[in-house]
């Protein structure tokens, strides 16, 4: 090798940090989030990704401005249209290149200076994964009961440690990171990935703002969506469930009609439609519910097969740090 030659062979030296923000209509906050995240002392320093998620109005020019003015490494992932937030975190997490990831939304509820103390938390405590939790959420009151629903069937269909929040302001390691980006399914769920890499898992209370702008982006059908990426995706739970009431209808069936060829036998009643009629419905319903279960899995089982896309990457600008000087 010729001496005279200065070759820096070295791989780039990786933040201890990203911040990964997925953003959908978040141009009123999410200039205030950067800036504040940006100005936070990370030892080993910190990179910021945004993740725009096909939002419509002008986040995504919001997020190019951030390139040039922002103190840390920014990158900002521009997906072809709007894919939903765990998909779009998903996009996110590939671009992140930190010893840890911390995601969290746009809308300011969560401090930015809680950022700093989650992963001081998570280098102190060893755990893969620390997710956050709230002394009092300030959501609306519909959300925060779907929130709860949404935790307790997670439970025991994602066998989720007892008492742990789901929250997206979460932080993970690297090497959850790297397992979660595997999945390649059109249909993720973030903390159901993260449950299936590992159980050391902490948590760490932190506090939980009014929302600074506008109004949450999750509407029911959306929560609905996510809740059966939960509920079906991650478990074969729903259809043991589906094989125990068929069990247990089948039970209750042959014991009525026993019932009704003894009272036939011995005291003869008049004919009836009434309970004739409610059985039938009774029994249909729950059919028509069985039957739905196993759409949705043989549903996704086909949107899979079929190659549909988890999202889109439409391009990915990269900035801040030295460029801003």
């Not at 100005?39 to 002008?58: F, Q, Y």
């Not at 007892?162 to 690297?174: D, I, K, N, T």
């Amino acid at each position: 090798m010729n001496p005279d030659l200065n070759l820096d062979l070295s791989p780039a030296l990786s933040p201890a940090l990203s911040v990964v923000v997925p953003v959908y209509n978040g141009a009123a906050t999410v200039g205030a989030l950067v800036e504040a995240i940006g100005a936070l002392d990370i030892p080993g320093g910190h990179e910021i990704v945004l993740v725009n998620d096909g939002s419509a109005d002008n986040s995504l020019d919001v997020c190019r401005s951030l390139l040039k003015t922002c103190p840390v490494p920014i990158t900002v992932v521009n997906l072809s249209r709007n894919f939903g937030e765990h998909n779009a975190v998903l996009a996110g997490l590939r671009e992140a290149r930190g010893a840890h990831a911390v995601t969290m939304d746009d809308d300011l509820q969560n401090p930015a200076s809680e950022v700093a103390r989650l992963l001081a938390f998570a280098q102190q405590s060893g755990a893969e994964v620390v997710y956050t939790y709230y002394a009092k959420k300030e959501h609306a009151a519909w959300r925060n009961l779907g929130s709860h629903v949404t935790n307790r069937v997670a439970d025991w269909v994602l066998d989720k440690p007892a008492g742990l929040y789901l929250s997206s302001f979460r932080c993970l390691s690297a090497f959850v990171v790297r397992e979660v980006c595997r999945y390649a399914g059109p249909f993720p769920y973030i903390d159901g990935l993260i449950l299936q890499v590992t159980q050391k898992v902490g948590r760490l209370e932190v506090a939980h703002l009014p929302r600074a702008a506008g109004q949450s982006n999750y509407t029911v059908r959306r929560l609905l969506r996510l809740f059966l990426s939960m509920f079906v995706n991650f478990s074969v739970m729903p259809l043991r469930i589906s094989t125990l009431a068929g069990l247990g209808l089948s039970f209750f069936g042959a014991l009525a009609a026993l019932m009704v060829v003894v009272e036939a036998v011995l005291f003869r009643p008049p004919a009836g439609w009434a309970s004739v009629t409610v059985a039938v419905l009774l029994l249909s319903g729950v059919q028509l519910v069985l039957l739905g279960v196993i759409g949705e899995y043989l549903g996704r089982l086909y949107l899979t097969v079929n190659g549909k896309p988890q999202s889109i990457v439409h391009e990915v600008e990269r900035g801040g740090g030295a460029d801003t000087k």
